[in-house]
C-alpha cells in the first residue's frame, strides 16, 4: 500500500504488502522488499532493505503536541538493512552501513558500519567484511564503480 505524499525514485521496487505511510522520501534504486513499514523515511539511492524492515515514527505516546515530535528516520547511499530490523525514530543510518538482521536501531550508524543486535551495537567495518563466495575481494566493492 503506497499512501498519499510519498516521493519513489527511479529504478525502485516496492514488494508485496509492504505499507509505506504519508511522507516517504526514496532514492533511485532503492530495493523495499515485503512486509516493510516506513512512515516519513528518507531513503538514499540504492538502498537495501530486507523483508519485514519496520521503520518507527512515534518517540512516545500521541499526546496533545504530538505533530511536533513525530519524525522518520534517515538512511543514506548504498546501506543495506537485514529483514526484520527495527529502526527508530530519528535515527540516521550512515552510507554503506550494514544493519543485521533481526537488529533493534536505537541511535544512528556510522557510515561504512556494520551493526547488529538488540540493541544494535557497533560489530565491525564493511572494509572487513569478506565475500564469502569469492566473487569480489569484499563485499560492496561492485558498489565503488556505480560513483565513478
Excluded at 529483514?83 to 533481526?102: E, F, Q
Amino acid at each position: 500500500m503506497i499512501r498519499e505524499n510519498n516521493v519513489i525514485g527511479d529504478g525502485c521496487s516496492v514488494g508485496t504488502n509492504a505499507v509505506l505511510e504519508p511522507g516517504n522520501r526514496i532514492g533511485d534504486g532503492s530495493r523495499v522488499h515485503s512486509h516493510c513499514f516506513l512512515e516519513n523515511v528518507t531513503l538514499g539511492r540504492r538502498v537495501f532493505l530486507g523483508p519485514g524492515v519496520v521503520f518507527t515514527d512515534d518517540p512516545h505516546p500521541p499526546c496533545p503536541r504530538y505533530d511536533e515530535c513525530v519524525g522518520g528516520a534517515t538512511v543514506e547511499d548504498d546501506a543495506s538493512i537485514g529483514g526484520n530490523a527495527t529502526i527508530l525514530p530519528g535515527v540516521r543510518i550512515g552510507a554503506r552501513a550494514l544493519v543485521g538482521a533481526g537488529s533493534v536501531v536505537t541511535r544512528d550508524v556510522a557510515p561504512d558500519t556494520v551493526v547488529a543486535g538488540s540493541p544494535a551495537r557497533e560489530k565491525r567495518k564493511t572494509s572487513e567484511l569478506l565475500c564469502a563466495p569469492g566473487h569480489y575481494a569484499r563485499p560492496y566493492e561492485w558498489r565503488e564503480a556505480l560513483d565513478s
